[in-house]
């Protein structure tokens, strides 16, 4: 997979994650600000050009997460390095481990 698709790939992951935080009913104001962290982690997706991919919903902003940090893992293309960045900063900021 190239730089590109796993980018692609782990923006798909984030957007899962947000739609989680976003529709949550049970946890108030803390789904509302991981949401929106999502969101921030989303707009550097967006500046590198990167279109979302359509990927399988891994039931919960937690696994979402994960999946996105893993669809970067192995990959060192040019994009990646800063968009891996704001993806942790995000999972630290979720207690995501």
Request: glycine letters at 8%; proline letters at 3%.
């Amino acid at each position: 997979m190239s730089s590109f698709e796993s980018a692609s790939v782990a923006y798909g992951h984030l957007r899962n994650a947000a739609w989680h935080y976003l529709s949550a009913d049970d946890d108030g104001a803390e789904g509302l600000f991981l949401g929106a962290a999502c969101l921030d982690v989303e707009d550097e997706f967006e500046k590198a050009e990167v279109i979302p991919a359509i990927v399988d919903d891994e039931g919960s902003a937690e696994f979402a997460i994960k999946a996105a940090l893993a669809s970067l893992k192995d990959d060192a293309g040019p994009l990646v390095p800063a968009l891996r960045e704001a993806l942790v900063d995000l999972a630290v900021r979720a207690g995501v481990r």
